[in-house]
């Protein structure tokens, strides 16, 4: 008998792996630009209005234990937004507060999975989802974001997979606006995946960290606009919409009135109870920076436009690269270029990955973290001198590496 | 097949119940003097000096994500405080920041624990310890503090308890200084424990989150200091020892550089990987905090002080009472009465707890959550006038229930 459990090996990634080559090349004096990590605080400050609302918390002495499902400020604050952004209605035991989207993604987990439950995922997908689903020993089903039609869903596909399972899946769940893609689902397709999930009474889960962050004529549904009624969860969380990554300040919202939704939220309520609470000042400062929505508005648009700019200015060099093919993205900070081995002298994503690495200096992530072999990911935040050093090394590192 | 997962009944406590019945009663006009909840913070405002290391991060911007295992100042400053303190030694991997103690305790069933796995539990327990076990599908196995002898371990019944299995614990796990009980177990008990884990290779777990509340003349032992060279953890965290329970700062360290103890560590910082971060700013805050060691200790010493106070007065108030009894405590915030339904008409620690907070409107915790049934834990935190009014309504409620 090892020391460790079995299921202890799914707490692994092969971005760590990915983290200690960078720190090793790094050690031996090589200078790397990380375009591996999507965190947009690292180039754009959090901003004044929220910080401030932190402060006053800490002066006010919110450092107490709050409720474990969340600070009711909060919680009415996220009621409040989602009433004037999706004209949805939901009570406060329909919102927990998690240690950012990642504690989400546990507890999701484990209220739903048991050895040898299916989930399904779309790939590709956030690189957290499966690790958990694993952890849980329950088993990932997966359907395919298809490349071609701008990274949606085909619902005819999702139907034939769904009908060749011996055992529906607990749940199945989106990320919309996308991350690896940086796609957004079209209303029409989110709705008829709605009503496939609902047909099959699969309860349906969608991420959606990035609704704030979507290009500005873009049209985005929330799946709050198309699942009335319907058994659902949205993820959301202040990380990427607020600028406020190091708070670590995720939510579950289950808004059903339905059985399943209620076992699922009162469930979810358990979960965190159990685990006492999330850090409270950081709850106070957000539920303060939600309630101030015209500044948060200006700010959040302020930024969300220069991350566009810089997204768009990537694709752009990527798109004289002849090696890759890029889905122009909608939302978020991703690029996510697939590589054309048919014209290059290299055989993977993980050997392209190093290889950039090692040759230029550049981190990129393995499109396999995210089931999408084939591919890797930029993260578009940089500066746009950065960015452009880096493309441009990414575009001539293709061309000595031609075939 | 139900919509949860079938472990996750386990995700709950006794203690929701009384909270909703305490909730319940506050809606009916009832004012509750809630002895529940150990929140140094109700009642002892954050020091300034962690206020103010928490402001000057994030007025200089601290809010990125950081490392996942823990930011590398907080794990200086922990390295240096252990050294300080009992004359440790270990490196920044030994090292893991957590969601406060409560993720720790889920991090290490899920690296432990798999199904049908057995683990050793001193009762009293901390409740989550055994939710965080069963969740994890593991057993529990239960030795006892052995209340005759001032809540300390008989190391033959333990020696007896392991030769008795089939299967040896993957850990066991002690709470010293003890929640909840309040004691503090002697160094050549301590040391005895160690070694009998040792002999039979099984690694031993400390949580250590109360050591510096032990009360003036009480002379407290690490585990880390007798414990050298054999594969052990600490558990450790913010919450009480720098009175900033809303902050979520937990710490797990594995100081061994011997097989079990590095294949251990490494596979928590996979696990904290796995979850991006801890809040990074309340991390700078700890950090900064804990190199303050001057100011820390003057403001620390002053605080348990002054909860020593309220703790003995409780202790004095509730001796009054023939109908419990209590072991002295030596540390932390608690109290924990053994009934004696021997002389009363009540017929469970349950029927205890609910008829009190009915009768009486005082809300104190069931034994039964901590493993000991038969007895109830009151936290003794409280000014001494709130204190006085409670207890002497504990005692009358148990002379209007005399048999």
Partial sequence: MGILSKRSKFADSIFSEEGRY????????????????????????????????????????????????????????????????????????????????????????????????????????????????????????????????????????????????????KYMMVTNPNNPTGTVLPRRVLKELVDTANEHGIFIISDEIYDEMVFGNVRYTSISEVAKGVPHMIMNGASKNFDATGFRIGFLITPGKDKKSIEVKNKLIDYALTRLCVNTTAQYAIADAMNNQRVHNVETRRIAKEIEKRVMFSFKLLSENEYVKTVKPHAAFYLFPKIRFDMLKIKSDKDFVYRLMKDKGVWVREGSGFGAPDHFRIVSLAPKDILEDAILKINDFCRKNKR
Same sequence: chains 1, 2.
């Fill in 22 to 169: 960078a720190d090793l090349l790094a050690k031996e004096g090589e200078r790397i630009t990380s375009l591996d990590s999507g965190d947009p605080v690292k180039y754009f400050k959090t901003p004044d209005y929220v910080i401030n609302s932190y402060i006053k918390a800490l002066k006010d002495g919110k450092t107490f234990y709050t409720k474990g499902d969340g600070l009711a400020d909060l919680k009415d604050a996220v009621i409040k937004r989602y009433r004037r952004m999706y004209n949805a209605d939901f009570d406060r035991d329909s919102v927990v507060v998690t240690h950012g989207l990642s504690e989400g993604i546990s507890m999701i987990n484990s209220a739903f999975v048991d050895r040898g439950d299916n989930v399904m995922l779309f790939r590709p997908y956030y690189m957290q989802y499966p690790v958990y689903v694993n952890m849980n020993e329950g088993k990932v089903i997966t359907q395919d974001y298809n490349e071609d039609n701008d990274w949606s869903i085909e619902i005819d596909a999702v139907r034939k997979g769904i009908s060749k399972l011996r055992k529906l899946p």
